[in-house]
Each structure stands twice: as structure tokens, then as C-alpha cells.
């Protein structure tokens, strides 16, 4: 897998979506799409934005590579699961903030995983607090990549409290990556790297010991 991220980064970063594509599809006989997603597609997006960080590479060519691989994640992920698990009644957004690819990704494979979940797109807090008490959600996933929207989240929970909402909130993103202990800051009951570990988070929360 390792070697195929510098061909696979340079693909992005000349925005060849034809090569991006041609390397994931040679590597789907020996991996997992969602292998492939955590280890290839999400290593790229780092770098990527690394190299913005420094200067060396463009607004454009973060946009674009963001772009090309929402399209390849797409293509590569299994759709639903035929059979789904009995579990909470869940939602998953991305709250003010317009970084949608991990969730994207997180629904894709909590779906393909048998897990049922609705999209809620992208809302503010006034917003999701309407549609999380209509919805009678049990379990939110919240998704954000930038530290004000994660901050966000504590006037969620606010709101969520003020009205007796016991609906617990999990989130994810590169903020919560950063920091290990803001999910607790902002009143999560717990948080996940991946989408792999959403899935870890969620079955905790079915067995009742989150
Ligand atoms: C691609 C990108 C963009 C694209 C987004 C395209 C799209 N449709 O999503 C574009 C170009 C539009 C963009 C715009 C901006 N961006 Co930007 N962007 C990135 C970049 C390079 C990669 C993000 C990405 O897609 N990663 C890949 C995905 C798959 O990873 P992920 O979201 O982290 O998701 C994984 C996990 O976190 C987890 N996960 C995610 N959500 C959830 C939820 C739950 C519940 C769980 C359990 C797990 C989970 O699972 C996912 C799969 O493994 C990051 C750099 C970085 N290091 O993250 C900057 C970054 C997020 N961007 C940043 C900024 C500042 C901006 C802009 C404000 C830039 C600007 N000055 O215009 C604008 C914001 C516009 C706005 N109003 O919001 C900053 C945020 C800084 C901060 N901490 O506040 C970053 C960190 C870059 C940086 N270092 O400065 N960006």
C-alpha cells in the first residue's frame, strides 16, 4: 500500500483523475475498499493538506484532489449491506463546516457495514437541534475539520440538555485528532479517528458501556 501513495499523491496533485483512479482500482484485488480508503486516499488528503500548510501546493489542487477523490471513494465503497444490525436511531452530519468528505466516508462504510443511518448533510446548531428532536435521534455522529465548528459542539449539547435531549453525540475530525481530550471539552460521549473506529464507538454504545 505505501508504495502507492507517492504515485497516487502525484496523480491528485497534476489533477489526473484517470491515473488516481487507474492506481486504486489496481490495488482493490488486494485490499479492502475501506483499507484502501484509510490507507491510501486519507494519507493522500494529509499530505496534501500539508503541503498547502507550507506552500507548496495550491488552494486549487487541494479543492480539486478533495474533489477527485469524494468521486473515487464513491466508486470503490460497497452500497448498503443487504442486512441491517438492530441499533440506535442515528444520524450523521457535518455541522457548520464545509469539509464533507469524512463524512462521506464514515456513512458510506457505517452503511455498508449493516448499520442504518440518515445523512443529514451539512446544518448549524439552531438547525440540528429542530431536526435531532423531530428525528427523536438516540445517537448523533458529528463530523468537523475546523476547530471553530468543533467547538460548536458544546453549544449543541447545550441546546440538547436545555431541552431534556438525551442524545448522545460522537464525533470525529481532524480537531478532535489534534487534541485528544476536546470531545470531553465539548460534551461528547466519545470520538473516533476513522470510520472504523466509528463503527468500534457505535457497538460500544449498542452494548451499553459507553
Ligand atoms: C480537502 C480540504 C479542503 C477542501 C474540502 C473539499 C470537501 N468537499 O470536503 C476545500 C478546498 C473546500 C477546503 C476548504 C477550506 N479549508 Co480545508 N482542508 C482540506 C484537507 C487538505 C483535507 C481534508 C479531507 O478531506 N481529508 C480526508 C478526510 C477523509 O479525512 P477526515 O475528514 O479527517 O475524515 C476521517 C476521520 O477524521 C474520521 N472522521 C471524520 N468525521 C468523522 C465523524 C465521526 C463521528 C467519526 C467517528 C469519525 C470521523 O473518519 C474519516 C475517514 O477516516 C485538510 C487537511 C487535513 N489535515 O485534514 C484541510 C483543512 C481541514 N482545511 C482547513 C481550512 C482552514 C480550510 C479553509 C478555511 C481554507 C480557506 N482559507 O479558505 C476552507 C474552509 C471553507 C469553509 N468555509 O469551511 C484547515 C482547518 C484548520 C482548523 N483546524 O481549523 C485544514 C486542517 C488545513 C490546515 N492545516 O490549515 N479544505
Redesign the pocket.
Known sequence: MSQLLEPFLQALQALNRVEAQNILCQATDRQTSIEL??EL??PA??E???G??EGSVA?SQ??M???I??EL?DLILPQSAPERKKQPNMA?VVLE??????????YS?LRASGFELADYGRMTVEELVVRTQADGLELL??????????LRVKALRAKFDELGLKTKI?????????DENLWQEVGATA????????IE?ITQIMEGKL
Open positions: 480508503v484509510e486516499v486519507v488528503l494529509e496534501i493538506g500539508r498547502w500548510e488552494l487541494v479543492y484532489s478533495g474533489r477523490c469524494e471513494v450523521i463546516d464545509y469539509h464533507f468528505l469524512g463524512k462521506r466516508i464514515v462504510i455522529l458529528v463530523s468537523v475539520l475546523m476547530l471553530p465548528s468543533a460522537v464525533t470525529g475530525g481532524a480537531p478532535f485528532v489534534f470520538m473516533g479517528r476513522s470510520a472504523s473506529e466509528a464507538v
